[in-house]
C-alpha cells in the first residue's frame, strides 16, 4: 500500500503547468502538503464535484493537463458524473482516487470500495482511455507520466493505507483560492480572464 | 433586434441567440422536454461544449470548472433539479462563480402529475434560499430582456441568477400514451 503524502507528493513533482483540483478531507490536504501552488483548486466541501470540476476546467483549456485528486468517498458521491466524462472524452483529464477504503474525515467508517467496489471497472465501463490500479510506490513515476502525457480520460485507483497523515491546511477562501487559481491561467496561457 | 423579429423568435431561440451574445461555451444539462430546442441548438453550435448530465448536480461541478478555465457556462434544467443541487450551489456562492441556471418549471400551470408539485411549489424559494438571483418568466416576449439582463448581472456582475420558465409559458405538456 501506499503512503499517500509520499505518492502524492511524487505525482506533484516538477509539475510544470498542470492544473490541480482536491476533493475535499485529506487529498486537500495532500495536495496543500505536496507544495502549495496557484493551480491548485481546494475544495473543502461540494462532496462529489471534484470530476465535474475537472471537466469543466479541461473542456476550457484544453491544451493543459488537469489532475483531479479526490478520495474514494468522494469519487463515489459523484459516480455518475465518471459517466459524464466518459461521453465528453476529454484527453487532457486524469483523476486519480485516493483509496483507503475509508471515510478518513468522519471517523474512518468503510466506504463502498472495502467491499470491493471497483472504481477502475466503473471508469472502464464509462469509457475511461485508461484505467488502473497501482498500490507500490514504484508506480508513482508511471502514473506522474499519465498525468502529464496519457491519452485521457484516465482514472487511477491508488490503493493508500489508512494512516492519517498530519493535516496541511491550505486556506478555507473559495474567492482567494479562485482568483489566484484564474490569475495563474491566464499569466501562464497569455489569455485573459472573462 | 427589431420588435417584428423579436416576436417571431420562438423563445428558446431568444434564449439561445442571448447565449451567443454573452459567448457561452458549455452547457450542462439534463434532457428535458421544455429545453429541448434550446438543447438541440445548444449541440448544433460548434463554439459550445453540450455536456449531457446524469443529475443536475453535476453542472454546478462543470459551471465552477468552467469559470476557473475562463470560459462562461449556462445550466438548462427543470424544477425538480434544483432540489438536486441544493448543496453543490455552495461552491458557487462561497467561491463566487457566476452561474447563469434557466428552469423549466413542473408542478404549477395545468399539471397532470401531482409527483411534481412538492419540489415545484418550492422551487423559487430555494434558489432565493441558496442566494441565486431569481426573475420568473410568463410571457415570450419578455424572454429576450430578461435572460439578456440575467446574463450581464451573471457575466459581468459574477453573480449568481436563475431565470424561471413558467409551466404557462412553456405549454402544457402532451400526455397521449
Not at chain 1, 70 to 79: F, N, R, Y
Not at chain 1, 150 to 166: D, F, K, M, Y
Not at chain 2, 108 to 127: D, K, R
Request: a neutral charge.
Amino acid at each position: 500500500m501506499l503512503d499517500r503524502r509520499e505518492f502524492v507528493r511524487k505525482l506533484l513533482a516538477d509539475r510544470k503547468g498542470l492544473a490541480v483540483v482536491s476533493g475535499l478531507g485529506s487529498p486537500t490536504y495532500d495536495v496543500a502538503a505536496g507544495g502549495d501552488h496557484p493551480l491548485n483548486f481546494y475544495l473543502w466541501g461540494a462532496m462529489g464535484a471534484a470530476a465535474m470540476i475537472g471537466l469543466g476546467l479541461a473542456l476550457a483549456q484544453p491544451a493543459r493537463r488537469v489532475l483531479v485528486l479526490t478520495g474514494d468517498g468522494e469519487a463515489l458521491m459523484g459516480l455518475g458524473s465518471l459517466a459524464t466524462v466518459g461521453v465528453k472524452q476529454p484527453g487532457n483529464l486524469v483523476v486519480v482516487v485516493l483509496d483507503n477504503q475509508h471515510y478518513g474525515e468522519t471517523g474512518m467508517q468503510p466506504s463502498h470500495t472495502r467491499s470491493g467496489i471497483d472504481l477502475v471497472a466503473v471508469a472502464k465501463a464509462c469509457k475511461f482511455v485508461d484505467a488502473l490500479h497501482v498500490s507500490e510506490i514504484g508506480a508513482a513515476s508511471r502514473v506522474r507520466d499519465l498525468v502529464h502525457h496519457g491519452n485521457g480520460p484516465i482514472l487511477v485507483q491508488a490503493r493508500i493505507s489508512n494512516e492519517a497523515a498530519p493535516r496541511v491546511l491550505p486556506t478555507r477562501d473559495g474567492h482567494a483560492v479562485k482568483l489566484r487559481f484564474m490569475e495563474a491561467l491566464s499569466k501562464s496561457s497569455g489569455q485573459s480572464i472573462s | 433586434m427589431d420588435d417584428i423579429t423579436k416576436t417571431a423568435l420562438h423563445w428558446p431561440d431568444a434564449i439561445y441567440a442571448q447565449f451567443r451574445r454573452v459567448g457561452i461555451r458549455q452547457v450542462g444539462y439534463v434532457p428535458d422536454a421544455g429545453h429541448s430546442r434550446l438543447i438541440e441548438l445548444c449541440v448544433k453550435d460548434p463554439n459550445i461544449h453540450d455536456v449531457v448530465l446524469t443529475t443536475e448536480e453535476e453542472g454546478v461541478g462543470l459551471a465552477a470548472g468552467a469559470a476557473l478555465g475562463g470560459q462562461r457556462a449556462a445550466l438548462l434544467m427543470q424544477s425538480s433539479g434544483v432540489g438536486n443541487c441544493i448543496n453543490m450551489f455552495s461552491l458557487l456562492r462561497n467561491c463566487g462563480f457566476p452561474c447563469l441556471v434557466l428552469i423549466t418549471m413542473r408542478g404549477e400551470f395545468a399539471e397532470f402529475n401531482p409527483w411534481q408539485v412538492p419540489m415545484g411549489s418550492i422551487t423559487e424559494a430555494s434558489l432565493k434560499l441558496c442566494g441565486f438571483l431569481t426573475y420568473r418568466l410568463e410571457e415570450p416576449d419578455d424572454v429576450d430582456d430578461v435572460v439578456g439582463g440575467g446574463c450581464d448581472m451573471a457575466f459581468a456582475g459574477g453573480l449568481q441568477v436563475a431565470i424561471v420558465l413558467s409551466q404557462r409559458l412553456i405549454g402544457r405538456k402532451e400526455w397521449t400514451r
